[in-house]
T-cell receptor, first 118, second 108 residues
Framework: EPEVTQTPSHQVTQMGQEVILRCVPI?????FYWYRQILGQKVEFLVS????????KSEIFDDQFSVERPDGSNFTLKIRSTKLEDSAMYFC????????????????FGPGTRLLVL | GQSLEQPSEVTAVEGAIVQINCTYQ??????LSWYQQHDGGAPTFLSY????GLEETGRFSSFLSRSDSYGYLLLQELQMKDSASYFC?????????FGSGTQLTVLP
C-alpha cells in the first residue's frame, strides 16, 4: 500500500541552525501538508500546499519556515534559524482525489521527523 | 478560525463500547474527521463525516450533527490495541485543525 515517507526520522541541531525536513508524499496525491506536535500536545497545522504554491498557513508558519516541492516527488520543510521551541515531531501528510471528489480530510500521514533543538 | 473540544481521557474495559465526543466552532466548515494516534506515531485516518448522520466502518462509527456543531466517534467491541489517542479534526477549504485529543485506555 502506498505510504508517505519522511527523512530523517530524528534530527538534532543547534539553535540558530537551518534544518530541512524531507517528505515523499503518496505519488498521485495533490495536496501536501506539514504539521507539528510538541511532546504531549495536539497535532498542529502548519501549512498546506497545492499546485506548487502555499494554499493555507497557520500563525505558527512565520518567516522562518518555508516549503518547497523541488521535484515531482519530494516535499520539504525548511526552518531557517531554529529555536528551542521548534523542538517537536514534524509530520508530513498528503491527500488526493478519490472518485472525482476531493477529500482533503482523508489525509495520510508520514511517520514523522523528531526534531530536537539544543 | 477553528476550535475543537474533546475530553482529555476516557477509560473503558475490553469488549465495551465507548463514545468520544467532539464539539467545534469553525468558519467554513467542511466536515469532521477522526484520527487515531498510538504513542506519538503517525496519525491514522479513521472516519470522515461531511453530512449529518452516522458513518459506520467496522467496529468504528462516527456521527455528525451540523446544527449542534457536534460529533462523536463510537468504538465497539473494544480491544486492547484500541488504546491510543483519538483526535477529531475539522476541515475547512484548505486546512485541517485538530482537537487536543482524547487518550483512550482499554483495561482488561
Amino acid at each position: 500500500e502506498p505510504e508517505v515517507t519522511q527523512t530523517p526520522s530524528h534530527q538534532v541541531t543547534q539553535m540558530g541552525q537551518e534544518v530541512i525536513l524531507r517528505c515523499v508524499p503518496i505519488s498521485n496525491h495533490l495536496y501536501f501538508y506539514w504539521y507539528r506536535q510538541i511532546l504531549g500536545q495536539k497535532v498542529e497545522f502548519l501549512v498546506s500546499f497545492y499546485n506548487n504554491e502555499i494554499s493555507e498557513k497557520s500563525e505558527i508558519f512565520d518567516d522562518q519556515f518555508s516549503v518547497e516541492r523541488p521535484d515531482g516527488s519530494n516535499f520539504t520543510l525548511k526552518i531557517r534559524s531554529t529555536k528551542l521551541e521548534d523542538s517537536a515531531m514534524y509530520f508530513c501528510a498528503s491527500s488526493g482525489l478519490a472518485g472525482g471528489t476531493l477529500l482533503k480530510e482523508t489525509q495520510y500521514f508520514g511517520p514523522g521527523t523528531r526534531l530536537l533543538v539544543l | 478560525g477553528q476550535s475543537l473540544e474533546q475530553p482529555s481521557e476516557v477509560t473503558a474495559v475490553e469488549g465495551a463500547i465507548v463514545q468520544i465526543n467532539c464539539t467545534y466552532q469553525t468558519s467554513g466548515f467542511y466536515g469532521l474527521s477522526w484520527y487515531q494516534q498510538h504513542d506519538g506515531g503517525a496519525p491514522t485516518f479513521l472516519s470522515y463525516n461531511a453530512l449529518d448522520g452516522l458513518e459506520e466502518t467496522g467496529r468504528f462509527s462516527s456521527f455528525l450533527s451540523r446544527s449542534d456543531s457536534y460529533g462523536y466517534l463510537l468504538l465497539q467491541e473494544l480491544q486492547m490495541k484500541d488504546s491510543a489517542s483519538y483526535f477529531c479534526g475539522a476541515g475547512s477549504a484548505r486546512q485541517l485543525t485538530f482537537g487536543s485529543g482524547t487518550q483512550l485506555t482499554v483495561l482488561p
